[in-house]
């Protein structure tokens, strides 16, 4: 068989109900060509910050340009190409983009069900405005499907219509290699959790210092956006608010949920769930946790368009109220198999003292709770916050008063943006936990070499890196077009060339670190310039002297017009 039936094959593998004819019956090529297609430009981070996604751009613009386009890389920081790409969502063509591994991302449900969620479109996760009602039916049966096994199928059908329609253009599923100094942190208290690394929550908790060294400090590269409990978007941002603030769960180092700011969970029935809360537990600020506050937690994001992002996550809770003074009952809307994962190991509890007030303040306004920063932000988990300033430095100390206190002093991290600074910081004692690294790690291997004092971990992310066409602007409307850009990727050289070896391919939204759900065979996506040429062809697509051009009779035009 030809290498290019196989590619496309690969790329357009799946169920039944996936699979669509390329072109209808009996349609010509376009005689006349159409508009030439304008100058498109592929948002990124900073080379400095993140040269491995700024490498991986300029590839992937290398392979379309051999389709005839006409590609810029632009690099941004990140607070800036976030607040582009999430706030302004139809002013860019194609963004660089990453979910990171989070605990709660251990279920696939939370990609499933709120990466391609229709309500998300205008202001939450699903910011490259993918539409899919079939796909969303599966989203839901596989997240209401009580049998693992049953499930697991939905998942690998839900897969397969990605793989066809590729909203996002999954690159690599990359290895977080990050390092830290055994002379000052006890190696065997470093917890390496599933699909995340050594940079997770246990780690920070659990540390344990090798002498008379207690403060950790880490490193950032980029800049934060907010400490808050109801913005989740950016990666460190998450890093930082799951230690200030608590939640019913946790997800364990092995994945799997466990109860935290609850004593215990209690299944009554199919959609019938009661939570009862540690006792004793008390804000930052002195003020009991009370099941008020944990009411307050789930129900203020469902009963108000403030909080975007958290909303999907509550969708499907039909009630919560408290049963006495230290129990929670939480009536669902259907059977929920990743609730205690996807939602009481994802909501972080939030004082009701503190922040009804701040949403009743921005009724009427057009600003959403995840704009708000306190000046001294309360939770109630195991650190609590000393001093930030979000472009330089966030200095956390142990919550003494919290019934599991951290063993470190303090937990500082630093933004360093520059990537190579933040390694040469490491052997200088500088900062002891390389928690940010994104350049060769071949040169964070050398430096282990060089210094036996310190200690490399590296780890296949539950994450992945891909590349965001905005699906409201033509031509990245038409799946043609999007099914041909992905087959021009070389996701094998992008490992090699951009991670140096550090990640594997991906074409999915389920991580091959999770291997009980990620389909087998669904990231063996080849690259073949010539089926994607001819996709491009059968689609109508034109090239006239080296440069493409929409089917004949479509004009150039934009969301914006």
Known sequence: MPAATLSRRALLAGSALALVPLLPAGLAIAATPGDKIRRISLLCAAQASDPQEFQAAQLIAAAWRQLGLDVDVKGLPRPQLSDVVWNNRTKWDMTM???????????????????????????????????????????????????????????????DMINRDQPYLFLVYPKNVLAYDKNVWKPESIVEQSGIGIR?????????????KRDMICNAAESLIALNPLYISGAIDSWVTELIWDRLMRVGPDGLPQPWAAESMTQVDPVTIDVKLRAGQTWHDGKPVTVDDVVF??????????????????????????????????VLNTPSAAFATSTLAKINLTPKHVWQPILAGLEGKPQNAETVQEERPIGSGPFKVSR?????????????????????????????????AALGMLPRG????????????????DLAKANPNVEVVSTTDMGFRFA?????????????????????????????AAWNGFAAPANSFVSSALPYWNKPGIDDIKPDMTAA??????????LVRGKLHYPEGVKETTAEG
């Open 97 to 159: 983009w990453r979910m990171i591994g989070r605990p709660e991302r251990s279920d696939p449900d939370e990609f499933a069900y709120n990466l391609y969620n229709p309500s998300t479109i205008a202001t939450g996760y699903n910011f490259v405005g993918y539409d899919n009602p079939e796909f969303q039916k599966l989203a839901e049966a596989q997240r209401a499907e009580p049998d693992p096994e049953k499930r697991r199928a939905l998942m690998y059908q839900a897969q």
């Open 533 to 542: 040429k001819k996709l491009l062809e059968e689609a109508g697509y034109q």
């Open 468 to 496: 965001a066409p905005n699906i409201r602007r033509p031509p990245f409307n038409d799946i043609r077009f999007r099914q041909a850009l992905s087959m021009a990727i070389n996701r094998q050289l992008m490992v090699t």
């Open 430 to 445: 500088e900062i002891n936990f390389l928690s940010d690294y994104r350049g060769d790690p071949k040169l964070l291997a």
């Open 388 to 420: 930030f300033k979000l472009g330089e430095e966030i200095v956390l100390e142990a919550n003494a008063a919290h019934w599991e206190r951290p063993r470190m002093d303090r937990w500082i991290m630093r933004v360093i943006t520059n990537t190579g």
């Open 297 to 330: 937690s789930f129900e203020a994001p469902a009963t108000t368009d403030k909080s975007p992002m958290y909303k999907p996550f509550v969708a499907n809770i039909a009630s919560v109220k408290a049963t006495d003074d230290r129990t929670v009952r939480f």
């Open 200 to 212: 997770c929550f246990w780690t920070f908790l659990r540390a344990e210092p090798a002498g008379d």
